[in-house]
C-alpha cells in the first residue's frame, strides 16, 4: 500500500491522499467542535462511531440508488471515499421546528411541519456562512441551476428514506446537515451523516440526542452516541 500523505487536518476530520488520485481517505477524530470550535467535547471512541453511524447510513441510502462518496471502511476511525469537488453549500433539511427556525420565525420547539424545509447555506465561516438562495448559488457560479435542481431532489430523496429508516428505530428525524459534491460528472452525497450533524430525538422517551443536548457534558454525549449506534448498527 503507498503511503498516504495529509492534506487537510480540519476540526473533527483528517484527510489523506489514497492510492488512487480519484480517492482520499477520512479519518474521523474522537473530538466534537460545536460553535464554530468555541466549545469541544471529547471521548475515546468518538471517531470510531462517526466512522461506524456514518458507513451504516450510507450503504442504506445507496440501496436507494442514492450516490455516496463511501467506497469502504478501511479500519475502526477510516473511510475510503471517492474524491469530490465540493459543492460550497450546507444543505439543511428541517422536519420539525428547532433551534434557529424557532428563534427567527417564532415558532414553538417540537411543532411538526407541514412540508420539509431545504435551505441552503454558504459555507464561508468569513462571511458567517449566511443563508442563500438556489438563484445565488448559481448566479455566483457555486453550482449550475441544473445542479441546484439535482441537489433539492436529491436531498428530498434522501429525507424520506432516512426518516422512515430512522422512524423504525424509534429515532425522529429534526434536522440535519447534507453536503454535495462533483464525481465524475455526477452529483455525489459527501461528508458525514452522525449525531455531530443531525438533531435527532429519542421517541421512546422524549429525549434528545443531539448534539446542542450533550455538547457540554462528556459522559452524555458518548452515552447518546453509544445509544443511537445500538440502534442503527445490528
Same mark, same amino acid.
Given at each position: 500500500?503507498?503511503?498516504?500523505?495529509?492534506?487537510?487536518?480540519?476540526?473533527?476530520?483528517?484527510?489523506?491522499?489514497?492510492?488512487?488520485?480519484?480517492?482520499?481517505?477520512?479519518?474521523?477524530?474522537?473530538?466534537?467542535?460545536?460553535?464554530?470550535?468555541?466549545?469541544?467535547?471529547?471521548?475515546?471512541?468518538?471517531?470510531?462511531?462517526?466512522?461506524?453511524?456514518?458507513?451504516?447510513?450510507?450503504?442504506?441510502?445507496?440501496?436507494?440508488?442514492?450516490?455516496?462518496?463511501?467506497?469502504?471502511?478501511?479500519?475502526?476511525?477510516?473511510?475510503?471515499?471517492?474524491?469530490?469537488?465540493?459543492?460550497?453549500?450546507?444543505?439543511?433539511?428541517?422536519?420539525?421546528?428547532?433551534?434557529?427556525?424557532?428563534?427567527?420565525?417564532?415558532?414553538?420547539?417540537?411543532?411538526?411541519?407541514?412540508?420539509?424545509?431545504?435551505?441552503?447555506?454558504?459555507?464561508?465561516?468569513?462571511?458567517?456562512?449566511?443563508?442563500?438562495?438556489?438563484?445565488?448559488?448559481?448566479?455566483?457560479?457555486?453550482?449550475?441551476?441544473?445542479?441546484?435542481?439535482?441537489?433539492?431532489?436529491?436531498?428530498?430523496?434522501?429525507?424520506?428514506? &432516512?426518516?422512515?429508516? @430512522?422512524?423504525?428505530? /424509534? +429515532?425522529?428525524?429534526?434536522?440535519?446537515?447534507? $453536503?454535495?459534491? *462533483?464525481?465524475? =460528472?455526477?452529483?455525489?452525497?459527501?461528508?458525514?451523516?452522525?449525531?455531530?450533524?443531525?438533531? &435527532?430525538?429519542?421517541? @421512546?422517551?422524549?429525549? /434528545? +440526542?443531539?448534539?446542542?443536548?450533550?455538547?457540554? $457534558?462528556?459522559? *452524555?454525549?458518548? =452515552?447518546?452516541?453509544?445509544?443511537?449506534?445500538?440502534?442503527?448498527?445490528?
Amino acid at each position: 500500500m503507498a503511503e498516504k500523505h495529509l492534506i487537510k487536518d480540519g476540526k473533527t476530520k483528517r484527510l489523506f491522499s489514497a492510492e488512487r488520485e480519484d480517492q482520499l481517505i477520512i479519518e474521523f477524530k474522537d473530538v466534537e467542535s460545536v460553535f464554530d470550535g468555541e466549545k469541544k467535547a471529547k471521548f475515546k471512541n468518538k471517531g470510531a462511531l462517526r466512522n461506524d453511524i456514518t458507513k451504516t447510513i450510507f450503504e442504506y441510502l445507496g440501496s436507494y440508488n442514492i450516490p455516496t462518496h463511501l467506497i469502504e471502511k478501511i479500519s475502526d476511525k477510516e473511510m475510503r471515499v471517492r474524491k469530490l469537488n465540493m459543492i460550497p453549500l450546507s444543505v439543511i433539511i428541517r422536519n420539525v421546528a428547532a433551534g434557529s427556525l424557532c428563534e427567527r420565525f417564532k415558532i414553538e420547539e417540537g411543532a411538526e411541519l407541514k412540508y420539509p424545509i431545504i435551505e441552503y447555506y454558504l459555507k464561508n465561516e468569513e462571511l458567517n456562512n449566511p443563508l442563500i438562495l438556489e438563484s445565488h448559488a448559481y448566479a455566483f457560479d457555486y453550482a449550475t441551476p441544473d445542479e441546484m435542481k439535482h441537489i433539492s431532489r436529491l436531498a428530498s430523496k434522501i429525507n424520506a428514506v &432516512l426518516k422512515s429508516y @430512522l422512524e423504525r428505530r /424509534k +429515532l425522529k428525524l429534526i434536522d440535519y446537515k447534507l $453536503e454535495f459534491g *462533483r464525481y465524475q =460528472k455526477q452529483i455525489y452525497l459527501g461528508n458525514e451523516i452522525t449525531p455531530d450533524t443531525s438533531r &435527532l430525538w429519542d421517541m @421512546l422517551d422524549e429525549d /434528545k +440526542l443531539d448534539k446542542e443536548h450533550f455538547s457540554f $457534558e462528556n459522559n *452524555r454525549a458518548e =452515552k447518546s452516541y453509544q445509544e443511537i449506534s445500538q440502534r442503527l448498527i445490528k
